[in-house]
């Protein structure tokens, strides 16, 4: 039978800053806008790390399913595939916490209208079509595009539509970042998959492209990560919003890693790019409260 140790394997902590961080960021603008709602920004953290457990969940499922969780895979231990959770058992994980979901949902669509049930509507579709249905976007190369939309431009801006009513060029801007470095976290899960997943017929877009032009693609998502602060700075004239540029040298650690290491190696990439969203998205964050509060 499997334990809370398990199940909380099955989350895929060291991705979860991708769900969380965003919301962060979303919330924090609207601090800075004089706006904040708490409860809102609350139910919004819960909800978005409780969307991106149910993606998880369904991924574990269908890739056990589709044979790409295999006993080949260097990758960290999957539930499913051990044998240790029952394909069974994680759906209905998935629903239950999709009823959780949906209840904390109806909360913030009572304050926030109409746009925010559509908006988590689409999301828990996408966490669905991800791996599962008819044509599963993971599987055909789409998974990246699914992560910089709904885990960069969706999370950080319906989070603060839902506080504000409004949309802002700004938060808008600010939402490429941690969109950028989701996509990261993705590609090195996927650079590390590449051999496994072309046998399990699962053409990721870093096995379309290659282990080179997939360290070129991380290495450029990075690169514009790094940029959208300094856009920021230029726009806002606040040194603030320059503090993730701190991470540079953290983030050229990572890329050396990447062109390195192998295997089971490029596990601990994987875990410092999750890092990398995190510090990045707390940074961001701390530009946008202090220049509200200084």
Request: charged share 10%.
């Amino acid at each position: 039978m499997a334990s809370t140790k398990h199940w909380l394997l099955a989350t895929r902590p060291k991705t979860l800053p991708a769900g969380t961080v965003p919301v962060l960021l979303g919330s924090s603008i609207a601090f800075c806008d004089g706006k904040l709602n708490i409860m809102i920004a609350v139910l919004c953290l819960l909800c978005s790390a409780f969307m991106q457990i149910i993606a998880n969940f369904v991924n574990e499922i269908y890739d056990f399913k589709r044979g790409a969780d295999t006993k080949e895979r260097t990758g960290p231990q999957r539930m499913v595939a051990s044998g240790i959770i029952s394909a069974k058992e994680m759906s209905v994980g998935a629903i239950v916490l999709g009823i959780i979901t949906v209840s904390l949902g109806g909360i913030i669509i009572l304050n926030s209208g109409i746009w925010i049930l559509i908006t988590g509507v689409i999301a828990l579709i996408f966490a669905w079509l991800y791996t599962g249905g008819p044509y599963p976007l993971a599987y055909h190369g789409l998974g990246d595009i699914c992560v910089l939309i709904f885990f960069g431009l969706v999370a950080v801006n319906g989070t603060y539509y839902a506080q504000t009513l409004e949309l802002s060029p700004i938060c808008l801007l600010a939402s490429f970042a941690p969109g950028f470095l989701s996509m990261n976290i993705l590609g090195i899960n996927n650079f590390r998959d590449i051999d496994t997943d072309k046998k399990a017929g699962k053409f990721t877009l870093s096995t379309r492209l290659g282990r080179e032009n997939c360290i070129f693609m991380y290495r450029s998502l990075m690169m514009l990560a790094f940029i959208v602060p300094v856009v920021l700075y230029v726009i806002k004239s606040s040194v603030m919003f320059l503090f993730p540029l701190a991470l540079i040298p953290f983030g050229l650690k990572l890329l050396n890693d990447m062109k390195t290491k192998d295997g089971t190696a490029l596990n601990s990439v994987l875990a410092g790019t999750g890092q990398m969203v995190f510090f990045h998205g707390i940074l961001s964050s701390l530009g946008f409260i202090l220049l509200k509060i200084l």
